[in-house]
């Protein structure tokens, strides 16, 4: 099990290992560099993927959009290029925070990443909140996360977020009932995109 805590912990004598790959949607090519410790470290995670570019499908313009969990910023960078918007990115890890500031200067992107556990350090309201929550610090962590978020969307924002079916994706749906609006937007290879709209 501790192996898998290290990308929301913070292990300062895990030795890096730098790895670089690059994400392509349409005409856009993004460079990312990940290391150890960090989530996903040697591919993009396909959920992740799956939620990004469910999102970019509806072709909606979101003003400003919150990372939570940002891992190298994957998600939070690839959104920032292609819907050419602001947006921040959070994680409690801080070589996570380092590799998203490594990897926003080199995709050119109008981000900031920083340090915050959840909403914490979170000052404003967005008009999209996305999430691939981490599971594996449990639920108390993983609803901290998604109940909260309604604390912090602009009147009409959503909170778009990616979930195994065989990690709860059900019962988190039930869950949130009475707090959002629910509608499980795509499906696929076990897992769900799920936007979830303030009642």
Known sequence: MKLLEH?????ENLKSEFRNFKYSFDDFILDFTSDNGVFSKDKIDFGSKLLVETILSKNIHFNNILDVGCGYGYMGISLSKILNTHVDMIDVNKRAIHLAQINIKNNKVDANAFLSNVYENITYKYDLIVTNPPIRAG?????KILLE???????DGELWFVIRKDQGAKSAINDLKSTYLIDVVQKSKGFYVIKAKNN
Do not use: Q
């Open 149 to 155: 978020a309604k604390n912090h969307l602009n009147k």
């Open 7 to 11: 990308y929301f912990t913070n292990n």
């Open 139 to 143: 639920k108390e962590v993983v609803y």
